[in-house]
């Protein structure tokens, strides 16, 4: 078993900037996967970002790249995702989600077997 916590999430405007952050704790965290993925109103759970608990391998989609960062805070044990140059097509519900096989790059939340409860991030234009 493996529980996940988000926090971070709030409004800001385009441009802004905003940290979430994914506290795990339970099964030996060292082999998981961690993804976030997004869901905003009437679509579908969108990929976007995925990193393996060690820190490395990191993957983004297209839509983040650049903008979008990973961090470890050791002090804190979280994974945290850095969302720079917010637009408001980022508006949206961000899960943290975690699996223990297969690759970073895979976007499927279907694999993802652990999930936080969600945390609101909203951009205004």
């Known amino acids: 078993q493996v529980q996940l916590v988000e926090s971070g999430g709030g409004s800001v405007q385009a441009g802004g900037s905003l940290r979430l952050s994914c506290a795990a704790s339970?099964?030996?965290?060292?082999?998981?996967?961690m993804g976030w993925f997004r869901q905003a109103p009437g679509k579908e759970r969108e990929f976007v970002a995925a990193?393996?608990?060690?820190?490395?391998?990191?993957y983004y989609s297209d839509s983040v790249k650049g903008r979008f960062t990973f961090s470890r805070d050791n002090a804190k044990n979280t994974l945290d995702l850095q969302l720079n140059s917010l637009k408001p097509e980022d508006t949206a519900v961000y899960y943290c989600?975690?699996?223990?096989?297969?690759?970073?790059?895979?976007?499927?939340?279907?694999?993802?077997?652990?999930w936080g409860q969600g945390t609101q991030v909203t951009v205004s234009s």
């Open positions: 990193i393996r608990w060690t820190g490395i391998n990191s």
């Open positions: 339970g099964r030996t965290l060292s082999t998981i996967i």
């Open positions: 989600a975690a699996k223990f096989r297969g690759d970073t790059s895979d976007p499927m939340a279907a694999r993802y077997e652990y």
